[in-house]
């Protein structure tokens, strides 16, 4: 009795089994073919020099030689990426917290709420890269009155280098830099109405100030969302069809000296530095306590 | 009969204090002023660089020269969008752009709607390892797996047509998917099983319940993800010139090439000084790429702004 009772059991959960693989198998297909086989392919380009012909490719095998030539002998490249790196690891604090900033007055209640919430999520509808190109060709991306004023200037003059181009990149992208937080603007706004009220009462009940309560009960209850916004701006900012580094691999896809081999082995050199970057944010930023979602 | 007429309330100075700062319950005027005019400071330097491109695509070029002219352009001059209509091609551009936005989209949102339901409602081995794929999937730089795709589809003549997009959204490898899938996981996650247990006792299929019981409930999302989908891939640049370039041409890709664009029809060698090609014609080209966006954005704002709070997308 028991032996068929369980029987049935396991064929309902292997029914159960197949209906769900039958709903995610489109999926599973094009994970296959779109994503696995590219990437493998590509992985297979980086390791050979790849020359287009008219009936397919030919390839003739290198080794690891386009990942030395990428790190070693070219030194745009290496140049290139640490730029984006250095770029990336500045603006994802700047992101959060402006993002966060604008997400706490937000969740105010006062009139016109609605308009600013308009306002402060509009870029995210026009950020595509050749509009944002031409933006910043006018240099209206820079912070205003301040990038160009002489003071700044003479300022950044006196700094190193390795300091002064990160400043100068904040300085002359500031408003890039904020266009990237509309998303996460929304992400923080939605977490800050999830936090139960009654924690808020009871703290002021018990006389925490505003700031106490900010640091004490709204910082922590959102150390999951600032993981996620920070894994959202690191990769929508890597992806960014304007961003250096993909403009260079880009670049280099269609040239003679560079080619799809070279190409394919920055590519996987730059994912990479992308997972190095997420993984370091997720060191820094991952939630302490357990907190239940 | 009459009610009592309320006493007017007496300014002390406590409550006055209380006006003006706030208390617990309610903000004082001080404190709002203060929340209004950050936000309308940070707004406007938001802003700053559309408010740029809206004066200058108005300016003509007697104005561009003229230093005086900053802000308010001393007559609005069309000329500007005249040439920046002509060299978008903009009318059949546009058109393709939204058959390039809308079609992937649909295919995408509506695969991605298929597993979010499967993942959210079925129990199967493997699943956690397919969240992480699905994650994969978001993180992978398009760089890296774009080139064979192109290849491929150059084999088979579908390099430029509609096609190099349709087929990775047709099987969940769209644009962006991976938020897409999560927004739906966490949509039927949120939606009660009662209906849909009740419909499996009357003998409807699985695939029944998910088209007739559970999508209904899932609409908000499907527009959410439409809407959102449309907005990439209108804006997407790197896929659609590696995949439709030769082909179907869309608006950012012709921003890309404005000025090229811009020499051929006005060669300037040709054409008098103030048919050169201009920062004012510039501005104007880029404002045509985004008005469509704009008006969409306007229109449909409440379903942007307020879908994401309760599309859980920041759940996960």
Known sequence: ?293 | MKPPRMKPPRITRDTLKLRLLGSRSRHGVLPMIFVYAVLTAIGFVYLYPLLYMFVNSLKSPQDLLNPMVQWIPTQSYLGNYAKAFRVLAYPQTLLSTVLVSVAPSLLQVWVAALVGYGLARYRFWGKRLLFLLIFATFIIPPQNTVIPQMLTYRKFGLLGSLWSLLLPALLGQGFKSAIFILIFYQTFLSLPRALEEAARLDGASDLGIFVRVALPGAIPAFIVSIIFSVVWYWNETYLTVVFLEGGIQTLPMQLAKFTQAYENLYPPGMVNIFDRLNEAVKMSGTFLIILPLLVMYFVLQKWFVESIERSGLAGE
């Open chain 1, 1 to 293: 009795m028991t032996g068929r009772r369980a029987r049935r059991e396991l064929s309902f959960r292997l029914r159960e089994a197949l209906y769900g693989y039958g709903f995610v198998a489109l999926w599973i297909v094009g994970f296959a073919l779109f994503t696995v086989a590219p990437l493998v392919e590509t992985f297979l380009y980086s390791l050979n020099n790849v020359t287009v012909t008219a009936t397919g490719i030919q390839m003739t095998f290198l080794a690891w030689n386009n990942y030395t030539r990428a790190l070693l002998t070219d030194p745009t490249f290496v140049q290139l990426l640490i730029e984006y790196g250095v770029e990336t690891l500045v603006s994802v604090p700047i992101v959060l917290i402006f993002a966060l900033i604008i997400a706490l007055f937000l969740n105010m209640d006062f009139r016109f709420r609605g308009l600013f919430r308009v306002i402060f999520f509009l870029p995210v509808v026009i950020t595509s890269g050749p509009v944002i190109k031409e933006l910043a060709a006018q240099g209206v991306t820079a912070a205003p009155q301040v990038a160009n004023s002489p003071l700044i200037v003479n300022a950044l003059a006196q700094v190193p280098p390795y300091l002064r181009n990160p400043i100068e990149y904040v300085l002359t992208s500031f408003i890039l830099i904020l266009w990237f937080s509309g998303v996460q603007i929304l992400i923080y706004l939605s977490s800050l109405q999830k936090i139960d009220r009654s924690i808020y009462e009871a703290a002021s009940v018990d006389g925490a100030s505003g700031w106490e309560t900010f640091w004490k009960i709204t910082l922590p209850a959102l150390s999951t969302t600032t993981l996620i916004n920070a894994f959202y701006t690191i990769i929508t900012l890597s992806h960014f069809s304007e961003n250096k580094v993909i403009r260079y691999i880009y670049s280099q896809t269609y040239r003679v000296e560079g080619g799809i081999g070279y190409a394919s082995a920055m590519s996987f050199l730059y994912f990479l530095v992308l997972i190095l970057l997420l993984l370091g944010s997720f060191v820094l930023l991952r939630p302490r306590t357990k907190s239940e979602l």
